[in-house]
C-alpha cells in the first residue's frame, strides 16, 4: 500500500537484511522512511536471530585472555567448567524479554515527557541497529583485548542511535530524548544497589546468630553419644 509517494506496508522479512549495513547511515530520514513500514513481525524475526546467534556463540571455546594466561602461569592447566547446556538456551527468551522491557521502558518515560509515538513504532527502528551491533559485538566479544574495546566503541553508538530513534519516534528534543534512555538505567542501579545494601546488610546482622547456630551443630555432632 502507497500513500502520498511513501510504501507503508511492512517489508518482507528478506530485505530487513539489506538495511542492517546502513547502521551508519541511521538518521532522522532514514527513520522517517522505516516508521511507516514498521512490523512487530519483523522485529521478533530479527531479535530472534540476534537470540539464536547469541546462543550459538556460547557454545564457540574463547580464545586464551590475560586472565587465562595468569591462570595457566601460576595455578597450571586448571579444566574449564563446561557451560551447562541449559544455559545458553535461557538467550532465546532472555534476548527478546530484555528488548521488549527496554522498549517498554523508553517508551513510559517518553510519554512522561509528552512523546507522541507509538511502542511498535520504537521497537521496530530500534530492531534494525539493534540486532546487527549486537552480532557485532557478540563476535567481537570472542576476541581478547583489542575486540572488548572495539565492542565497547560499537556499544556506545548502539545508544546513540537508540537515542536518535526516541527522539524521532516520539518527537522529543535531544535532551528528553537522552534522559528517556537513562533515566530508566539510573533508576535500575540504583535499585540493584539499593538491594545489594539491603543483602549486606541482612548478612551483617545475620552473621553472629548464624555463626552460633553453626557453632552448635558442630559441637552437638562431636559430642559422644552416651
Wanted: charged share 10%.
Amino acid at each position: 500500500m502507497e500513500t502520498g509517494g511513501s510504501t507503508t506496508s511492512p517489508r518482507p522479512f528478506g530485505e530487513i537484511f539489506s538495511l542492517w549495513p546502513k547502521v551508519f547511515q541511521m538518521n532522522d530520514a532514514f527513520f522517517a522512511a522505516e516508521a511507516p513500514r514498521a512490523s512487530n513481525g519483523n522485529t521478533l524475526l530479527a531479535l530472534l536471530i540476534d537470540a539464536v546467534v547469541a546462543t550459538l556463540l556460547a557454545f564457540i571455546p574463547r580464545q586464551v585472555g590475560f586472565s587465562q594466561i595468569l591462570q595457566q602461569r601460576y595455578f597450571g592447566n586448571i579444566p574449564r567448567a563446561p557451560i551447562p547446556v541449559c544455559i545458553p538456551f535461557i538467550e532465546l527468551v532472555a534476548v527478546p524479554l530484555g528488548f521488549y522491557i527496554s522498549i517498554g521502558l523508553f517508551h513510559l518515560v517518553a510519554k512522561i515527557f509528552k512523546g507522541k509515538g507509538s511502542f511498535s513504532t520504537l521497537a521496530y527502528l530500534v530492531s534494525l541497529f539493534y540486532v546487527p551491533l549486537g552480532i557485532v559485538i557478540a563476535v567481537l566479544s570472542l576476541i581478547p583485548c583489542l575486540g572488548l574495546v572495539i565492542a565497547l566503541a560499537v556499544g556506545i553508538y548502539r545508544i546513540v542511535l537508540t537515542v536518535r530513534a526516541i527522539r524521532f519516534n516520539y518527537r522529543l528534543s535531544t535532551g528528553q530524548a537522552v534522559g528517556t534512555y537513562f533515566i530508566p538505567v539510573v533508576a535500575f542501579l540504583v535499585i540493584v544497589f539499593v538491594l545489594a545494601v539491603i543483602v549486606i546488610v541482612i548478612v551483617a546482622l545475620l552473621a553472629p546468630s548464624m555463626g552460633n547456630i553453626f557453632q552448635n551443630v558442630i559441637r552437638n555432632l562431636a559430642t559422644p553419644v552416651p
